[in-house]
């Protein structure tokens, strides 16, 4: 149970003790007044011995905690909480996870769905629009059974729930912004998965819930999307603007995210500002194309270690092809962002991405703080513009 083990190593022995005494009837052995590692192995045993639907909803609750108590799954339960102070007092992102999965799970169920929503932000997934700024969102009543109404009958849906929330996003040298989410949740359409039945495997007939989240800035007027299908995204902010923020929708699209890697064509410095306190900046990759050639690709690879950089490695090995840089188009760029360490702290963070023209980056990926940071200098340094 690689899962509960790692629930349980992670979370302080109070913490457990709270949350067995509510879910789970233990044996009285266990140790709690013990050194934390002491009560791993016997509550391990405990909870392999519990009648079998409550092992599995144990191992369940702790797959849900320790799903929130990354950095990212801390962010998502500060940007929800109703008292902040309450989890600054707890000791680690696991205690913090579980008081508010066991005192306040609707929160935690919110966050939950801000940390979907942050997860697929900018990817695939997601799209943005702009409506109409400082409106109020309706919440309950008419307007919010309409709105399901209005979903179940464009997408076919027997059955539909929608939960809004308050929720803020952190903004780099700035107040956090204020936002609105709105979860949807909607019956897909019929299917089957194989399940044992009497122990023997069959099929049980099934309709899938599928997710979507809505966030909408009133300060701004900004609505982000994540959705499986790119006419779901327009056609739910759409109902959304006509039934809970009673405005039009005139299909206006945020500005498009470009990357450009044409800085890198040539030694690069990286400035920075003293306080976000970065070290240093050292490109690791390069991948090439050839203007001549879309079907091929040259890698050049400069690995720690090397005094040279992948400009200085660039110029000799390209040389010897009778080529200079200036021959490709760069078509992916990897590099990492060194930050100075901090007391009290191992080693010294770091932050690599990955830009693939002409719009992958993996900053979507990181926490809303790398992801700040990062946008900020993709900016600056000329590998990022709005058009």
């Not at 905690?65 to 680690?92: C, F, H, I, K, T």
């Not at 006419?231 to 739910?236: G, H, P, S, Y």
Request: aromatic share 8%; charged share 30%; with cysteine.
């Amino acid at each position: 149970m690689p899962t509960i083990a790692q629930f349980l190593r992670s979370t302080p022995p109070a913490s457990l003790r709270s949350y067995f005494d509510a879910a789970a009837p233990l044996p009285p052995e266990i140790p709690w007044d013990g050194p934390g590692h002491a009560v791993v192995a016997p509550l391990l045993r405990a909870v392999d011995a519990l009648e079998h639907e409550l092992r599995d909803k144990v191992i369940t609750d702790a797959e849900r905690v320790g799903a929130m108590a990354d950095e990212p799954g801390q962010a998502a339960l500060y940007s929800v909480a109703a008292s902040r102070a309450v989890l600054d007092d707890l000791e680690n992102g696991h205690a913090r996870a579980l008081w508010m999965f066991q005192h306040d799970l609707t929160a935690f169920q919110h966050a939950e769905e801000v940390r979907f929503a942050d997860d697929k932000r900018y990817g695939r997934l997601w799209e943005g629009f702009v409506l109409q700024p400082d409106c109020s969102v309706a919440r309950d009543g008419a307007p919010l059974l309409a709105f399901e109404k209005a979903i179940a009958e464009r997408f076919a849906s027997r059955h539909v729930h929608v939960e809004i929330c308050d929720r803020a996003r952190p903004v780099l040298g700035a107040d956090d912004a204020a936002l609105v989410q709105v979860a949807i949740y909607r019956e897909g359409r019929a299917g089957d998965i194989r399940e044992f039945v009497g122990g023997k495997l069959d099929r049980r007939a099934m309709r899938p819930v599928i997710e979507a989240a809505l966030t909408y800035e009133p300060d701004s007027g900004t609505v982000e999307v994540v959705a499986n299908a790119a006419e779901t995204r327009e056609e739910l902010v759409r109902l959304f603007a006509e039934h809970l923020l009673g405005s039009l929708f005139l299909g206006d699209r945020l500005r498009v995210r470009q990357y450009s890697l044409q800085p890198l064509r040539e030694p690069f410095t990286f400035p920075t500002d003293p306080e976000d306190g970065i070290e240093g900046v050292r490109v690791g990759l390069l991948r090439l194309m050839p203007y001549d050639s879309g079907a091929e690709r040259l890698t050049l690879e400069c690995r720690r270690g090397t005094d040279r950089s992948i400009w200085e490695m660039a110029e000799e090995r390209l040389r010897d092809q009778g080529r200079r840089i200036e021959n490709y188009l760069i078509v992916q760029a990897q590099f990492t962002i060194t930050f100075r360490g901090t007391p009290g702290r191992r080693g010294k963070r770091t932050l690599p991405v990955r830009i693939s023209m002409p719009k992958g980056c993996d900053l979507k990926d990181r926490t809303e703080r790398e992801r700040l940071v990062g946008e900020k200098y993709l900016r600056r340094w000329g590998l990022l513009r709005d058009l």
